[in-house]
Every structure is written in structure tokens, then in C-alpha cells.
């Protein structure tokens, strides 16, 4: 027996909860692991209080990221005692996910654990730390340098932005944090913003074009948000798209794209090739130190996580949620 949230939809209606469950509640896979630990994300959370149809089975354990260690592995990829890693592939949406002690995964989801970062600072840095990271590498490898000028981070309070933030800082940028709680603007200068503006001024209707700004933008937000970014970015910028906190829409016109240049390139960390998660989780073991994880990052254990997930979807989360799976 084990313990896990599981969400279950049935006649008596749409519910999840911390229960105790054997290996039946499992799915097919040939590598079974004992989970140290995952995290609470958006999607997590909006799969929890079923507000949006995240989970494609039922009943089925959510949580898109885990880090553990291996129990046994049938394909021979990994060995007893292996400590693994994994974001995405449908895991925690149509696959039982990391937000319970054990999980049964296909081996080619994982991958090892990088040098240098325990289980619990791999989750503290989770798939928004990840996506942010695969922001970043789009906009160097787009040729945006420290000297091209401002990068614009928007959503900057949620886990992928302050990521994006504490990266863009350390690598060298200069940051410009947009978000909805400008009293937080010293955590967001803590991690190496260089100005906090109120998301407002980019998230109501805007001009197709306005006042070149952005030498690149990491969004997280969508909608009007994503729309004012681009119309902000300068000639041959780049603006990298991965998240839809205000929306999916896209409100504008192709005036960025044919009148300055601007790339809007979409960032999915979900289906990512294996050789670029490996390259991010490398980048992001040199770069993300100690105490960066642990400014971003809150730990709460199993049994909090359906009433952290309301305070999640209400904004009042701040950066990163850890799970300890085995703290209750």
C-alpha cells in the first residue's frame, strides 16, 4: 500500500483526494518508482479541481513531474537505486502522475538526475523551471545577447517567470518583470530583476504596433498580454510563447511579425526530444544555485496539496510548490 492523491469522476461527480493504494492504481510501464518528490503546478491544479479537462482517464493520480529513485526497470535503461527525473509525456493528464509515493512510467520518459542537483532541488526547479529554461535557449539561440537590451518576463510571480528572471539574471540580461502583485517586487528583485512594472499595462487592448522596447520577451501569459509584448518588441526581436495564464486568444494583428521582424516561437516542454530536456536540466544544474531554489521554492506535504491547489488557480501562490510525497 501507498498513499496518493487521486482524482475520480464518476456518478457521484468530480473529486480528488489523498487515499491510501496498492499497484493496481498503477499504469502500464516497465520502470516502477519510488517518488521523493514532485510539485503542484498550474495544470496540476487545474486537473485537481477539474476546472479545465487536464485528465483524459479516470481515476487517475495527477502531478506532471516526479523525481525519484528506481525500484526495478524492464527495459535494462536504468538500474535499481538510479535516482530519475520526469516532466511531461502526458503524465498527470492521461498517465498517473508524481503526487503519490510510487509511480510506473515508461523508462523513455526519464531521465538521470543531473550532476549536482538533489531530488527535492530538481522539483524545486520542476517543468517551470524547465520551460523557462527552454525560453531561454530559444532566445540565445534566436542571437539575443546581454547586449541586445531589455528582456521582458511577464507572469514574473508564477514559477516559470521567476525562473526566467533568476536565469536571464545570471546569465548576464537585463530583466524587466511584469506582474499582478507589484508588492512583491522585492522578491522579484531578489531574483535579479532589474524593474517591476504592473501587468496591467500590457494586459488590456492595445495598439498593433507600440514604442520599440524588448530586445526579447519570455511569456507565459497569453492573450492581450502576448499580443502588447509583441507589439513592443524590437526589429528582429523575439518573443517565446509557453503559457496562457490569462487566456489562450491571441487578440492582435500581424503587424510585429511583417512590419519588424519579430519571431513568435512556441515554447512546448510536454513532447520536448530528449536531447534537448537533457541539455536544459544540464544548463539548469550549472546555473540555478542553492538559494535561488530555495527564495522560489515552498514545501508542503501530500496532504495539502487539493487545498494548495485552490490558492494556486486563486493567485495566491508565490514561485514554486514542492510536494514531499512522504510527508503528510
Known amino acids: 500500500m501507498f498513499k496518493g492523491v487521486l482524482i475520480e469522476k464518476d456518478e457521484g461527480g468530480y473529486r480528488a483526494a489523498l487515499k491510501d493504494l496498492d499497484d493496481a492504481a498503477l499504469m502500464d510501464g516497465d520502470t516502477l518508482i519510488k517518488v521523493a518528490y514532485s510539485t503542484l503546478n498550474y495544470k496540476d491544479a487545474l ?5 479545465s479537462p487536464v485528465v483524459r482517464k479516470f481515476p487517475l493520480i495527477p502531478g506532471i513531474d516526479l523525481a525519484g529513485t528506481v525500484i526495478s526497470c524492464a527495459s535494462g535503461k536504468f538500474n535499481p537505486g538510479d535516482e530519475v527525473l520526469l516532466n511531461g509525456f502526458g503524465v498527470g493528464e492521461a498517465h498517473c502522475g508524481g503526487l503519490a509515493q510510487k509511480a510506473q512510467l515508461k ?15 530538481a522539483m524545486a526547479i520542476g517543468t517551470a523551471g524547465y520551460t523557462a529554461m527552454l525560453c531561454v535557449m530559444a532566445l540565445q539561440k534566436h542571437g ?26 545570471k546569465l548576464g540580461y537585463s530583466v524587466v518583470a511584469a506582474t499582478g502583485r507589484v508588492e512583491e517586487a522585492e522578491y522579484l528583485k531578489a531574483l535579479g530583476a532589474c524593474e517591476v512594472i504592473d501587468r496591467h499595462t ?6 498593433p504596433l507600440a514604442k520599440e522596447r524588448w530586445a526579447a520577451v519570455i511569456d507565459s501569459v497569453g492573450s492581450h498580454t502576448l499580443v502588447n509584448a509583441c507589439a ?3 526589429y528582429g526581436g523575439i518573443v517565446a510563447a509557453c503559457g496562457l495564464a490569462q487566456g489562450m ?11 519588424r521582424g519579430v519571431t513568435l516561437a ?22 540555478l544555485d542553492a538559494n535561488t531554489l530555495e527564495n522560489v521554492a ?19 501562490v508565490r514561485g514554486r510548490i514542492v510536494v514531499n510525497v512522504n510527508q503528510f
Open 144 to 169: 539575443v545577447v546581454p547586449e541586445s537590451g531589455e528582456i521582458l518576463v511577464t507572469g514574473a510571480n508564477g514559477g516559470v517567470g521567476s525562473y526566467a528572471i533568476a536565469i536571464l539574471a
Open 202 to 207: 500590457l494586459s488590456e487592448p492595445g495598439r
Open 249 to 259: 486568444d491571441l487578440p492582435g494583428t500581424v503587424a510585429p511579425f511583417i512590419l
Open 107 to 121: 523508462s523513455d520518459w526519464l531521465i538521470a538526475l543531473p550532476k549536482g542537483l538533489s531530488a527535492k532541488q
Open 232 to 234: 513592443g518588441t524590437k
Open 266 to 287: 512556441g515554447i512546448d516542454s510536454v513532447m520536448r526530444p530528449l536531447k534537448d530536456r537533457i541539455e536544459a536540466w544540464d544548463r539548469l544544474a550549472k546555473v
Open 47 to 51: 486537473a485537481i479541481s477539474g476546472k
Open 298 to 316: 515552498t514545501e508542503i506535504g501530500l496532504a495539502q496539496v487539493c487545498d494548495t491547489a485552490q490558492r494556486l488557480l486563486d493567485g495566491q
